[in-house]
C-alpha cells in the first residue's frame, strides 16, 4: 500500500470532537499526532497531503497537557523518603497509580533525610520516561536537610543541616552523593552560606525553591537574585505574612524582583494545608500566573478541581497551573506541559466537571476510565 506520508512512515493519529488547551484558552480544534510529539496539521495537509492513520473520538471531552506533579511524597503505601531498599518498586508502583489522576510525569520527593538514605535512594530514582508503565520521572525533589529547624514540620529535626563554610558543592556533594537525579531543591535563604549553594545548584541546572524558611522577604529576594524560582507549600512552613516583613510570601508582590525573573509557588490545594481564602489571595496578589499545583499526598485531579473551585479560577488557568506552569518552572517547557506543535503528546482527557477520562503519554493511551468505574 502507498504511503500518505511525505515526511515519515510513523501512523499518525487524530484526536477529534474534542476543546483543547492552546495559548491559554479552550479551543475546537483537533490534536494531531506522530511519533509522540503533537504535530501542525496544516504543515500535514499542505505539505504532505497527508490524513489520519487513526481517528479517536473525545465525545466532546476536554484535552489538556498531562499533569506534572513537582512534590510527591508518596502514595499508596509508599514513602519515597523510608523504603530506602525498595525505592524504585515504590516509586514505580506510584508513577502507574498516578496515571488515573491525569499525571504524565513528576518529581519523587524526598523530606530531610540521613545521608546515607539519599547515597541510597538517589541513584536508585533515575529519570525516566512515561508509558503504559507510568508517569515519567522528571527528577527528585529534595526538601531538606538544608532547612530551619524553627519551620521544619514533619522533617526529623536530627537530620537537619547547616552549610559548613567549606564550599557549598563540598557540602551538597557529601550529603546528596550526587545530583545527577536531582530536579528540585528546597532550601532556607536564611541559613548562612545558602547564597553559594544557591549558585552551585543552578550550575548544575536545579531549580532552587525556598521553603521550611524564617526567611525574611530581603533574604528570599536575595535568593531570587542568585537564582531561586519556587516557593515549596506557600504559606505552610515559612512565616506567616505580616505586614513590616512579609517574608517569603511577599515575593508575590515583590518590586525587588530582577526583571525577567518569575518566581513561581507551589500549593498543596487539597482544601485542608491551605485554606481557601489563603488560595484566592494568592491566586489574586499575582496576576502573572505562576501557580503551581502539587499533590503531595492527594491526588492532582483533585487539587485541580478543589483550586477552580476555592479561587473561582477559570479552568484554563486551573488545568495550567497543572501543566504549563510546572513546566516553565523546570526550564522544560519546549516540550512539556503544553499542547503547542513539537511538544511531546502527553495529555488528558477531562469532563468538564474536570474529571479525567483518558491519559495518554507520548500518544498512547496510558490509561483510560472503564464504565465499571464511572458508575
Ligand atoms: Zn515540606
Redesign the pocket.
Known amino acids: 500500500m502507498p504511503s500518505n506520508k511525505s515526511v515519515s512512515e510513523a501512523p499518525i493519529t487524530q484526536l477529534l470532537n474534542c476543546r483543547i488547551l492552546r495559548d491559554h484558552r479552550l479551543q475546537r480544534e483537533d490534536l494531531w499526532v506522530r511519533e509522540g510529539k503533537i504535530l501542525d496539521p496544516e504543515k500535514l495537509f499542505f505539505d504532505e497531503q497527508a490524513y489520519a492513520d487513526e481517528r479517536v473520538d473525545c465525545g466532546g471531552a476536554i484535552v489538556a497537557p498531562g499533569f506534572i506533579d513537582v512534590q510527591l511524597n508518596g502514595g499508596y503505601g509508599v514513602d519515597f523518603s523510608q523504603a530506602s531498599d525498595h525505592v524504585g518498586a515504590g516509586v514505580s508502583l506510584v508513577a502507574r497509580k498516578l496515571l488515573e489522576h491525569g499525571v504524565t510525569s513528576f518529581c519523587p520527593t524526598l ?1 530531610t533525610s540521613p545521608t546515607h538514605v539519599y547515597h541510597k535512594v538517589l541513584p536508585q530514582v533515575k529519570v525516566q520516561d512515561g508509558g503504559r508503565h507510568g508517569a515519567g520521572v522528571l527528577g527528585v525533589h529534595l ?1 531538606g536537610p538544608f532547612i530551619s529547624a524553627k519551620k521544619k ?1 514533619a522533617h526529623p529535626e536530627g537530620f537537619l543541616r547547616t552549610f559548613s563554610g567549606g564550599g557549598a558543592a563540598a557540602d551538597l556533594i557529601d550529603v546528596y552523593g550526587g545530583l545527577d537525579n536531582v530536579a528540585v531543591v528546597t532550601l532556607a535563604p536564611e541559613l548562612e552560606g545558602s547564597q553559594p549553594a544557591v549558585d552551585e545548584l543552578r550550575r548544575r541546572g536545579v531549580t532552587v525553591s525556598l ?2 524558611s524564617v526567611a525574611n522577604l530581603s533574604q528570599a529576594e536575595d535568593a531570587v537574585r542568585h537564582g531561586a524560582s519556587f516557593i ?2 506557600l504559606f505552610n ?1 515559612m512565616l506567616p505574612f505580616h505586614h513590616r516583613d512579609p517574608g517569603i510570601v511577599g515575593l508575590l508582590t515583590s518590586d525587588q524582583i530582577p526583571p525577567g525573573r518569575v518566581v513561581f509557588y507551589g500549593m498543596i490545594a487539597d482544601g485542608i494545608h491551605t485554606n481557601p481564602a489563603a488560595l484566592r489571595i494568592a491566586h489574586r496578589a499575582h496576576p502573572a500566573g505562576t501557580q503551581t499545583l502539587s499533590g503531595s499526598i492527594a491526588t492532582m485531579d483533585a487539587c485541580v478541581r478543589h483550586f477552580k473551585r476555592a479561587t473561582g479560577c477559570s479552568v484554563e488557568e486551573a488545568l495550567e497551573a497543572a501543566s504549563l506552569h510546572p513546566a516553565q518552572l523546570l526550564g522544560i517547557s519546549e516540550r512539556k506541559g503544553t499542547l503547542d506543535f513539537g511538544s511531546h503528546a502527553d495529555f488528558v482527557l477531562l469532563d468538564d466537571e474536570l474529571n479525567v477520562e483518558a491519559t495518554f503519554i507520548s500518544g498512547q493511551e496510558v490509561w483510560r476510565k472503564t464504565t465499571q468505574e464511572q458508575q
Open positions: 523530606v526538601e514540620g521553603g521550611h515549596t507549600h512552613a
